[in-house]
């Protein structure tokens, strides 16, 4: 009887620090791919929690120190040939979250640290890894052009100007500061902070998403 697929969910964690998109990586300290950088996740079989969402958040806190308010199933991904023990089916999340440090609480686990995605593709990753994030990162710039999820990766409360640059490190391109502003304010996303801080020598009011900012789209591109 030939063994039934492995089942796992593997989480790519975006988060905003120093002006760069970073992801979240963990150092595997077990085989196959001991020694290398991987996303955190793991096994279904045996996982705590009764959804696969569940089991998604638990192994990133195991493996990492990191909860997470946002997240959503990007994709699923299987074959015989991304791990090496045998046939192997990935159920894969993404996740914006305000940058924090990052731990681990695991003994199969080496190490956890955020990297700029941009230093990504120099990097040997386990599994198929490396493809997984190629696809999560196209999905968060898609969705960066309709609407407002990468606010996600922002430490609450914010700028109007700190969202439009993340939007704009996402995409990789200016955003018209006018336009994006309007568009905004229209929508009806954001919620004042009540306070003021200083933005580019200036004053600048402070906000929060609104639960309506998650699953909101525009019908036109932000960038339009």
């Known amino acids: 009887m030939e063994k039934a697929p492995f089942l796992t969910v593997d989480s790519v964690i975006f988060s905003f620090d120093e002006s760069a998109l970073k992801l979240l990586l963990v150092k595997r300290a077990i085989d196959p791919f001991n020694d290398q950088w991987s ?28 909860d997470v308010d946002y997240i959503e199933q990007v994709f699923t991904t299987g074959n015989d040939q991304r791990d090496p023990r045998g046939w192997s089916v990935s159920v894969v999340y993404s996740a ?50 309709y609407s407002i999820v990468a606010g996600y990766a922002l430490p609450a409360p914010f700028t109007l100007s700190q969202l439009q ?7 990789g391109k200016p955003i018209q500061a006018k336009s994006f502003r309007r568009r905004i304010e229209q929508a009806d996303l954001l919620e004042p902070a009540g306070e003021i801080q200083l933005d580019r020598g200036r004053p600048a009011a402070l906000f929060r998403m609104k639960p309506a900012a998650r699953k909101y789209t525009f019908v036109r591109n932000l960038d339009g």
């Open 39 to 66: 996303l955190p996740g793991g096994m279904v079989a045996g996982a705590k929690g009764n959804t696969l969402e569940a089991i998604a958040r638990d192994k990133l806190m195991i493996k990492s120190g990191v």
């Open 96 to 145: 914006l979250i305000p940058y924090q440090a990052a731990h681990h609480n695991a003994d199969w686990v080496a190490d956890a640290a955020w990297f700029k995605v941009d230093e990504l593709a120099s990097m040997r990753l386990a599994f198929d890894h490396q493809d997984i994030i190629q696809v999560a990162l196209e999905r968060l710039r898609q969705k960066s052009l």
């Open 165 to 171: 640059h993340i939007h704009e490190v996402i995409l």
